[in-house]
Structures are given as C-alpha cells and as structure tokens.
Nanobody, 112 residues
Framework: QVQPVESGGGLVQAGGSLRLSCAAS????????TTWFRRPPGKDYEFVAS????????NFADSVKGRFTIARDNAKNTVYLQMNSLKPEDTAVYYC?????WGQGTQVTVSS
C-alpha cells in the first residue's frame, strides 16, 4: 500500500512562497494520480490541486489558480505543490491523497 508523507509546511508572511512535498513510502506511486487538499481552521476539507500519473493534466481550485503549481517526479516518488503569493486565507493543514490513501498533513500558516 502507498503511504504518502507530506512535508514543507511552515510559517510564512503574506506574499511569500512555500513548496510542499508529498513523498510515497511503500509501493511506488508512479501508477497513481495525486491530489492535494487543505483544511483551514474551523472549516471543511477543500480541493487544492491534482495531477495525473503522467503529468499531462493538472487541475486547480479557483482560489489558487495562477499562484500554485503542481509537479511530480516519479523517479523520486514525489509530488510537489509550489505555492507562491501566499495569502492569510491559505492558512490550513495541507494533505495529499494517493490511491485513496491520505497523508498525515503539514501545517501552512500565512501571517498578514
């Protein structure tokens, strides 16, 4: 079973950037698409971005379009979420999901 592990979260000022990583342990995840979600404080989970197994298609929530990008390196079993021009409303725990399995999440806090 694939087990995703997120990393790269932290505290950043508004306008700053962070790069999150979703690395797989266990079976390689090169055969699966990957989706990023987030859960802001006191709110429900939100879709953020997704990428297909062959990187030919990506999809983004309207709230992050033009600011976030997603990419994968199958040789490293890792998917990256590059987050630029961060806003306080991007504050959330960010999760990746691979083959229906969720990681433990990484906290992103954007200060104003």
């Amino acid at each position: 079973q694939v087990q995703p592990v997120e990393s790269g979260g932290g505290l950043v000022q508004a306008g700053g950037s962070l790069r999150l990583s979703c690395a797989a342990s266990g079976r390689t995840f090169s055969g699966y698409g990957t989706t990023w979600f987030r859960r802001p404080p006191g709110k429900d989970y939100e879709f953020v971005a997704s990428i297909t197994v062959d990187s030919t298609r990506t999809n983004f929530a309207d709230s992050v379009k033009g600011r976030f990008t997603i990419a994968r390196d199958n040789a490293k079993n890792t998917v990256y979420l590059q987050m630029n021009s961060l806003k306080p409303e991007d504050t959330a725990v960010y999760y990746c999901r691979v083959a229906g399995v969720w990681g433990q999440g990484t906290q992103v806090t954007v200060s104003s």
